[in-house]
């Protein structure tokens, strides 16, 4: 069974935890204090999931998740996630963490200087178009559900959705595409890791991250992106 190890309990690290739970994944769940704090969300989640220093969910992990901005600054245990694939689900949002000049000169996405914080891992950008919290525009009682969750469906469904997918690494790519399959989506890679610009805030597949595109219409919104950093 594999373990993701998730850093970062927000919306985002909770809401994946509880999709990979229902999903048959184990999850060690972390945030930036103790694993005390986030007793509550482990009894909910059921016995597959459990709670950790940050680090220690990085050394239990098969595969992580980081659920919080990039920053120069950020102290990672990148002892423990060396090796290992490294899901990277920021958004480039400049109002809120500033501005990169590599990023917004075009000379690095946000993705690659995660990886060069991160050198001994396999960081893949996945996740980062999907809303991990409820739609803000009710329409019908399943839009109090994240997209993550409200939006996932069997395989082969006529509407099934598709997230885009970026890494150096193909092992990446095929372990998220797998993880995607299992949580209820198609998988489009956009790799290497310097082409996820097109997936940045603002750009065409971006506008969809409300309701979600299908392969088809994620594949064009791709082509359609023109260069605005991220
Ligand atoms: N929310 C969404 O719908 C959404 C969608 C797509 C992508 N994203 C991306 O997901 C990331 C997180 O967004 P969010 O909305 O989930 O934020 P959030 O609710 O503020 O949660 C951030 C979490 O990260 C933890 N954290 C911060 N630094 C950490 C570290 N070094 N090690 C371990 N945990 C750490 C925080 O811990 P404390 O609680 O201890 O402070 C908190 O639990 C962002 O980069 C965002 O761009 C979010």
Redesign the pocket.
């Known amino acids: 069974m594999t373990t993701i190890g998730i ?7 909770s ?1 994946l935890a509880r999709a990979s739970v229902a999903a048959g994944y184990t999850v060690v769940i ?4 103790n694993p005390e ?1 986030l007793t509550g969300l482990v009894r909910e989640l059921g016995p597959l999931a459990s709670a950790a220093y ?1 680090t220690d969910a990085a050394a239990a992990a098969d595969v992580a998740f980081l ?4 920053s120069p600054d ?3 245990p990148a002892e423990e996630l060396a090796g290992k694939i490294v899901i990277d ?3 480039y ?1 400049t109002w809120r963490d500033g501005h990169f000049l590599e990023v917004d000169s075009g000379l690095k996405t946000i993705h690659e200087l995660r990886q060069e914080q991160l050198p001994a891992s396999k960081i893949v950008k996945a ?7 409820a739609r803000a525009q009710m329409r019908v009682p399943s839009d109090t559900q ?1 997209a993550l969750i409200r939006l996932a469906r069997p395989a082969g469904a006529a509407d099934r959705k598709a997230l885009v997918v970026s890494s150096d690494y193909p092992e990446a790519v095929d372990f998220v595409t797998r993880f995607y399959n299992d949580l209820g989506f198609d998988a489009v890679e956009n790799s290497p890791l310097k082409e996820s610009w097109r997936s940045a805030p603002g750009t065409p597949m971006w506008r969809h991250h409300v309701d979600g595109q299908s392969r088809e219409e994620l594949i064009r919104n791709l082509q359609l992106a023109r260069r605005l950093g991220g």
């Open positions: 850093l970062g309990a927000g919306q985002a690290g809401t972390a945030n930036s204090r704090t940050a659920g919080f901005p990039y950020d102290l990672l689900n920021n958004n949002m996740f980062t178009h999907v809303q991990f919290h994240p």
